[in-house]
């Protein structure tokens, strides 16, 4: 068994968030990067248990310059067996999973996992278009993942409820919270990721579909009207009054 | 030229996020001078297809095959892929729902039209496509032009409002050419949150975090819920230590919602908690410590302890609702 997860570097969820070049690049001054919360805690992470129960293959794909390197090695500390990058700087979607999926044709995996959405370009976009470009089922947004065989039952969130799927591998899936729980890489684990394979690979051709043209940020809160805690009607009268929303 | 909007129903209703997408896609057709499509796939009434057109849509197309009443996405993707082609689509709409996020990136590499996903504002199509969307968990937005023919906008739930106009749509039957190995994945069970207001379509969400102490305090908070009409959430560490389940966390790890009204009690506002609920359009925090946070990010706040303020929110919601 062989399974593909797919990394991305976010950056720290405290960061603060400032854009320079006229507003249409983030600013990294300061900020520390890590790996996707849904990559690493959940895809990352399941994908290890598989390993561990099912003896499969752990592979690593990053699409990214040489500064992502710390946040795969530290995907390979946790457990991962080999990892690649590509050599390419892009923030377009369909850019992205072509690079994953070319590198997917190659290797014949059995499961590629990604995770929910990125937490700086939420795109939830990148594993069904990954799954499209191989060839593969795709289950979306999945909370739980049991392999029997060659059969992946899984579950996955819609609006109101749950679903209980089943599908052949080779599949591809979004992983969401519920599907493993977190891990801290362990100093055995840490010198290991150092010897462990870190494959370039370059790019290959292929158009970009979208680009940024400018970042905004919101404007700043009014501010908080403070009420009495004796006096909660004030706030009842305000909330349908004032702000209409009862 | 036409714009196509994927309007997809749970248990025969269209949902209301799909509401909301054809809705903007009638405006993005109107915006480009041409008519909007919806297309409705599975077991739906008469009744239900026609009053799409009073979201805007001219003709809706409906497949109504019984195997569609739950959605196989990759059947999904390619019966839209056909009705892009018959309708001769060049914009498609897409909720960014659980659906469309399944659906709308494969249909974006199956047909090379670029995606900009959790759209918050229509086009501007002074410059070539260009969609708002939130990035950075709503922290900033980012303006992203597409610049593929074919283009593909999923619209964030509860960012526009619906609203029902007197227009009417043609229904037409459309066949596809699917078949029986097409459904590759299999759905086994289908599990409904009954009876509660579904937690990422509700317009009120009250929800509580670590200053209840522990789960034997909910009551309080649920009494509230329920004169407000709304669904519940929580925090993380409420979830982790299972004094909630876990579909009710919100925040960055957790769902992320955007109701008319958030209702925070007792929960401090952490940067990653806020990362899930900045979006609504009302914050009301309750919390005991006045430097909590989560001050800063609300539009009205009491300084006070839980237990006493919000049984007698409450009692005031009551009184002001049956009047
Ligand atoms: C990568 C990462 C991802 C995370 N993702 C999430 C996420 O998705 N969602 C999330 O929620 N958190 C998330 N967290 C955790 C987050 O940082 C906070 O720890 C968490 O939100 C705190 O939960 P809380 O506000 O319920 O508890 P606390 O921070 O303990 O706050 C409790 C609050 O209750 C108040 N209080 C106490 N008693 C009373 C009373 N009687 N009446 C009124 N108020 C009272 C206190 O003043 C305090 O402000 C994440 C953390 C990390 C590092
Ligand atoms: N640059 C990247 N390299 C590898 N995987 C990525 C990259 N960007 C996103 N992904 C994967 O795709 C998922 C969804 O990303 P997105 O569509 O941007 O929200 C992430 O959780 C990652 O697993």
Redesign the pocket.
Known sequence: MKILVCISKTP???AKIAFIDNNTKFSEAGVQF?IN?YDE?YALVRALELKETLNATVHLITVGGADTEPVIRKALALGGDEAFRVDADSHDSYFIASQIAAHARSENYDIILTGKETIDYNGSSIGGMVAELAGLPFVSIASKLDVNGTTATLRREIEGGEETVEVSLPVAISAQ?GMAEARIPNMRGIMAARTKPLKVIAPVAVDQLTSVTSFELPPAKAGVKLISPDNVEELVKLLHEEAKVI | MSVLIFADQFQGNIKKSALEAVQYGSKVAQQLGTQATAIVLGEVSADELASLGRYGASKVLHVADARLNELETGVGVKIIAEAVEKENADVIVFSHNFSGRAIAPQLSARLKAGLVAGAIALPDTSAGFVVKKNVFSGKAFANVNITSAKKIVSVLPNTFNVEAGSGTAAVEAFAPSISDADFKIKITKVETVSGEVPLTEAEIVVS??????GPENWGILEDLAHALGAATA??????DAHWRPHHE???????TVRPNLYV??????????L??VNGSKVIVV????A????FKAADYGIV???????PKLTEAVKKYKGK
């Not at chain 2, 929580?234 to 979830?239: D, E, L, Q, T, Y």
């Not at chain 2, 430097?291 to 989560?294: G, I, T």
């Not at chain 2, 006070?304 to 919000?310: I, K, P, Q, T």
């Open positions: 720290d969820t405290t890590i919360p805690w919270k | 509580g975090g670590r200053g209840l102490k929580c925090s993380r560490p409420v979830a966390h919100v925040g960055q790890t957790g769902f925070a009690i007792g929960i401090s506002g952490a940067i990653q908690h990362a899930g309750i919390n005991k410590d430097e909590a946070p989560f006070g302890d839980a237990f006493e303020v919000v």
